[in-house]
């Protein structure tokens, strides 16, 4: 029996694994429906969740997706099973900064560790398309992008510092353009120019 997108919503609850809030990812999906996008990067697989939900979005769709975590990959590689995606889900099990690809992305979803967004920036998008996009997700970062100063954690302000260059990075990218969305947990798409 085929297991249910909330299915894995609850489990990743229950776990507490990181998956995109829903508006976000429904946004996302939207995206890619209204767009056509055939061939998507992912950097950060964690259960599968959101490679799960952008296949099947359209038979079209093929994902490549990376996942450091040990568990989380084994999970993911269950699920992606169990939805029968293994034919159109590539799942690597490895850092994503080793990961060497040849293919060309109509899109790349960012969600691995914050504090090497500029770095996954800059790694993959030259296997971006012409006029593909990146999508990045958690730049509001549960709100604490905002009020920095009430943040006792070291970690956490370290964190909030890099989304904020993240940010900046984006912004002044003349190569890319890029647009802000308050959903979710905040997105960012950008597109690369010609």
């Not at 699920?79 to 099990?93: A, D, G, P, S, V």
């Amino acid at each position: 029996m085929v297991p249910s997108i909330e299915e894995l919503e609850v489990y990743a609850k229950e776990n507490h694994i990181p998956i995109m809030l829903k508006d976000g990812i429904n946004y996302m999906l939207t995206y890619i429906k209204e767009n056509h996008v055939k061939n998507i990067l992912e950097i950060g697989a964690a259960i599968g969740y959101s490679a799960i939900c952008m296949c099947l979005v359209d038979d079209d769709i093929h994902v490549t997706t990376v996942e450091r975590d040990e568990e989380r990959y084994n999970e993911a590689v269950k699920n992606i099973k169990n939805f029968h995606l293994e034919e159109r889900i590539t799942i690597y099990y490895q850092d994503a900064f080793t990961l060497e690809l040849n293919d060309l992305f109509d899109l790349i979803f960012i969600d691995a560790a914050k504090s090497q967004y500029i770095k996954f920036f800059e790694k993959f998008t030259p296997l971006l398309k012409v006029g593909g996009v990146v999508f990045s997700d958690n730049l509001n970062f549960h709100g604490l992008i905002y009020t920095t100063e009430k943040i006792e954690s070291r970690n956490v302000r370290g964190l909030v510092r890099k989304l904020k260059d993240y940010i900046l990075f984006l912004e002044e990218n003349t190569m890319f353009d890029t647009e802000f969305y308050d959903i979710g947990d905040g997105i960012s798409i950008s597109k690369k120019r010609g």
